[in-house]
C-alpha cells in the first residue's frame, strides 16, 4: 500500500503526490492530492478521489482525463506505470457525457448528450440513435462557423432559434428502435418530446426570400471548399479535437451513398436528408438549370401544403400499407409464376447494344462547326460511330470507351435539346464529345447506358431499366402542363421557393406561372413520394455528391481542385472550373498518407501514380473521405449485417503523431 511512514513522518516507500482536478467542484477548485505508487491501477485512483471527496452521487459515467496527451484514461486495469503516469500529470476528474448544441440539416437546433469519451464515428452513432436515423455511418460532425461580431442586433436577434432539448433521453446501447404511435417510443414521453419529433420528422415551412438572401453562398469553387475543413476527425474523440461542453456542432449527411432509404422506418433521415438537398439547391451549393429548379421549387411548394398538416404517425402508417401493397404483389407473381424468364435467359447471353443516328459535335479550340450526324454503336462499355449504318461493318471512324467517364445531362424540355456531355479520360486528359438525342426515350436510353458505362458496368446489368425509368420520371417533372389546378394565395410570393440567382432573374409575375406548370406533374405525389423525388432528382444533378478541396498536385506549380465523389476523384482547373481528369475507385489499387509531408499517394491500374498536397484542409480529412466511400461500398442489403466499425478505422484513421 502506498504511503508508508516511519515514526517521524518521512515516507520510506516508492509512493508518490498525484494531483486530480475533480470538474463538478468547479474550474477555481483546488485539486485532490492523492498518495499513489506506480503499480496502482487507475480503477484504485477512481475509488480513492470518490472516497475523498465525500459526495453522494451517481460517478459511474466520470472518467479520468490527462490533459497533457489529450488521452483519456478509460482502462481502469491498467497501471500508472503502464500509461507511463508521473507527478507532474495533470489530471482532470470528469464525466464522459456533455450536452453539445447541435445544428441539423433542417436548420433546427437540438440539445443533446455527446459522448466526449469515444471516437466521434461511435458518438454520431449514439446522437442518431436518439434522434431516430439509421445508418449513421453516412453523417458526421462538424464545428460551427464562428459568428461575425459586426452583425446588426436585428440579424441576432431574428437568428435566436428555439432548441429542442433531448439531454434527458437514455437509451441502452445498441437497442433496437421500438416505435409506439408511429414513432420511436423514447419520443412519445412528452408533449416536448413528441414537438421535437415533428421538428425532426417533418418540414419546416416558415421561409421567406429575406432568410434565403442572407445566408451565406458559396461565390466560387474555392469559397465550396471553405466547409470541408471543418469536419471533425472521425477516429479521435470530441475532448481530444478541444470540444467544449455545450459547443455548437453541426450534424450533416458526409457521404453522399444514401443505403436502404425505406420510408417506412426513415421519416426523420429522409426528411433531414431532404432538408440538406434543398438547402444546397437553394444556396447554389450544387448548381441547377433553370427548368431543373423549377421542377424543386414545385416539389417544395407540394412538401410544404402537405407538412402545414402532417402527422408523423400517418407517414408511417402509409409506408405500411405500400409494404403491404408490395408483399401481396409478390405473393400474387409467385403464384402466377413470371412470364419474363427467357428474356432473362437471352440476357445473360446476349449484352444488349445500341444502334442509331445520333448528332455528335467534339468541341476544339478556334472552331465553330456544330453538331453533324452519324451512325453510333453502343456496345458492352464503348461507343463507336461511322458515317453511316452502310459502314458499320467496317472500322468506325472512332471508338470511346466510357469507363471511367464524366457523364453530364445537358437537358432544355422546351427547346427539346436532349444532349450528353462525355468528359472521356485520355492520356492528354479529358476528351469532351457531346451526343444530341431526336427525343426523350432515344436520350433515356443512351443516358443510362452512358452511366453504366462509366461505372464499368453494361446495359445487361439489372439496374439499366430502372436508370432509364428513372430519367423518364425526372424529364417528365420538367416538361410544362398549362392545364389543371392553381397554387394557393400564399404561393404567389414564389421566390422563397427558388434560389437568389433565380430571385433576380424573374419577378414573381414569371415565376408562378412557371412553377404552376411544373407543380401539375407533381400535384398527385403524397409526402413522403414527394421528398423521394426531390432527393432522385438532387442526386441526378451533375455536381450532386462532390466534396471539393484545394490541393497541389505533385509536379504543378499550381493550385488545383480536387473533387471527392462516392465513386472517383476528380481533378479540377481552379481557375476556369474545367474537369482534367477523372479517377474512379473501381481502378485504385492502393493509397497512403505520408503524415511528415501531408502529402496523399494513389495508384491506379495501369501503373498510373497520383500524388498531392492538402492546402485548403487537412489530409487526414480528405483520407477519411477515400477510406470513408470505399467503406460504405462494402454495405450489403442484408438487415442482420452489422458494421464492421474496425475496418472503418482502419481505412479512415491516420497516424499516431495526429
Known amino acids: 500500500m502506498a504511503g508508508l511512514k516511519t515514526a517521524t513522518g518521512e515516507y520510506i516507500d516508492d509512493s508518490w503526490e498525484l494531483n486530480v482536478f475533480v470538474e463538478d467542484l468547479g474550474p477555481e477548485a483546488e485539486p485532490i492530492t492523492l498518495r499513489v505508487s506506480g503499480s496502482l491501477h487507475i480503477g484504485g485512483i477512481m475509488l480513492q478521489i470518490v472516497d475523498k471527496l465525500q459526495i453522494q452521487k451517481d460517478w459511474s459515467d466520470h472518467a479520468l482525463w490527462w490533459e497533457q496527451k489529450k488521452l483519456w484514461l478509460l482502462k481502469t486495469n491498467w497501471s500508472l506505470d503502464k500509461y507511463g503516469i508521473l507527478a507532474d500529470a495533470r489530471l482532470q476528474f470528469t464525466p464522459q457525457h456533455k450536452p453539445v448544441l447541435l445544428s441539423l440539416p433542417n436548420r433546427c437546433c437540438v440539445r443533446v448528450r455527446a459522448n466526449f469519451a469515444q471516437p466521434v464515428f461511435r458518438t454520431v452513432a449514439d446522437i442518431c440513435q436518439v434522434l431516430g436515423i439509421r445508418h449513421f455511418e453516412e453523417l458526421s460532425l462538424l464545428r460551427a462557423p464562428e459568428e461575425k ?61 429575406e432568410q434565403i438572401v442572407r445566408l451565406h453562398r458559396p461565390g466560387s469553387l474555392t469559397e465550396k471548399t471553405l466547409i470541408n475543413r471543418r469536419w471533425l476527425d472521425s477516429s479521435r474523440t470530441l475532448l481530444q479535437q478541444e470540444v467544449k461542453e455545450n459547443a455548437r456542432l453541426w450534424l450533416r449527411f458526409k457521404f453522399y451513398s444514401f443505403f436502404d432509404l425505406e420510408p417506412k422506418y426513415d421519416a426523420v433521415r429522409i426528411n433531414q436528408l431532404y432538408e440538406q438537398a434543398r438547402w444546397a439547391v437553394l444556396l447554389e451549393e450544387t448548381d441547377c438549370t433553370e427548368e431543373e429548379m423549377v421542377v424543386f421549387a414545385a416539389l417544395q411548394y407540394r412538401i410544404k401544403q402537405l407538412s402545414l398538416n402532417a402527422n408523423p404517425a400517418e407517414q408511417s402508417g402509409e409506408a405500411s400499407l405500400d409494404d403491404l401493397d408490395k408483399a401481396l404483389a409478390s405473393l400474387e407473381v409467385k403464384l402466377e409464376g413470371t412470364p419474363s424468364a427467357p428474356s432473362v435467359l437471352d440476357s445473360l447471353t446476349a449484352i444488349p447494344e445500341l444502334k442509331d443516328y445520333l448528332r455528335i459535335f467534339r468541341p476544339r479550340k478556334l472552331t465553330l462547326k456544330g453538331y453533324k450526324q452519324y ?110 389546378a392553381t397554387l394557393a394565395p400564399e404561393a404567389e410570393g414564389a421566390q422563397w421557393l427558388v434560389s437568389p440567382r433565380y430571385q433576380k432573374k424573374f419577378k414573381p409575375k414569371q415565376l408562378t406561372p412557371r412553377i404552376l406548370e ?50 472517383r476523384l476528380i481533378r479540377i482547373d481552379l481557375a476556369v472550373g474545367d474537369v482534367v481528369k477523372t479517377w474512379r475507385y473501381s481502378n485504385m489499387r492502393q493509397w497512403n498518407v505520408n503524415w511528415d509531408i501531408r502529402q496523399v499517394a494513389i495508384e491506379f491500374d495501369e501503373h498510373i501514380n497520383v500524388a498531392f498536397s492538402c492546402i485548403s484542409a487537412s489530409c487526414k480529412i480528405v483520407h477519411e473521405y477515400i477510406g470513408g466511400y470505399i467503406f460504405l461500398s462494402t454495405r450489403s442489403t442484408d438487415r442482420g449485417q452489422t458494421l464492421d466499425e474496425e475496418l472503418f478505422h482502419k481505412l479512415t484513421g491516420g497516424h499516431e503523431a495526429l
Not at 414513432?183 to 413528441?194: K, N, Q, R, V
Not at 492520356?427 to 432515344?442: A, I, N, W
Not at 432527393?535 to 493550385?559: E, T
Open 375 to 484: 451512325w453510333v454503336v453502343f456496345k458492352e462499355t464503348s461507343i463507336s460511330y461511322y458515317k453511316s449504318a452502310e459502314e458499320a461493318l467496317g472500322e468506325p471512324l472512332q471508338q470511346l470507351s466510357l469507363k471511367g467517364c464524366e457523364v453530364v445531362p445537358d437537358v432544355n424540355i422546351s427547346g427539346q435539346k436532349f444532349c450528353i456531355k462525355l468528359l472521356v479520360p485520355s492520356p492528354e486528359g479529358m476528351t469532351e464529345v457531346h451526343l444530341r438525342c431526336t427525343d426523350e426515350q432515344q436520350y433515356a436510353r443512351w443516358m443510362a447506358g452512358c452511366r453504366l458505362a462509366a461505372k464499368g458496368k453494361t446495359m445487361a446489368d439489372a439496374s439499366y431499366q430502372t436508370e432509364v425509368e428513372n430519367i423518364l420520371s425526372f424529364l417528365k417533372l420538367q416538361r410544362s402542363n398549362p392545364d389543371g
Open 149 to 209: 461580431e459586426k452583425r446588426k442586433p436585428k440579424e441576432r436577434e431574428g437568428s435566436t432559434k428555439e432548441v429542442h432539448d433531448l439531454t434527458g433521453v437514455r437509451l441502452p446501447a445498441r437497442a433496437e428502435q421500438q416505435l409506439f404511435r408511429g414513432m420511436p417510443a423514447h419520443f412519445s414521453d412528452s408533449a416536448g418530446t413528441e414537438a421535437c419529433y415533428r421538428m425532426l420528422s417533418v418540414s419546416q415551412t416558415g421561409l421567406t426570400p
Open 518 to 567: 411544373a407543380y401539375q406533374n407533381v400535384a398527385h405525389l403524397s409526402l413522403a413520394d414527394a421528398k423521394m423525388k426531390f432527393i432522385q432528382a438532387w442526386q441526378s444533378l451533375p455536381d450532386f455528391g462532390v466534396s471539393y478541396f484545394v490541393v497541389r498536385f505533385k509536379g504543378s506549380r499550381k493550385d488545383e481542385i480536387l473533387g471527392i465523389a462516392n465513386n
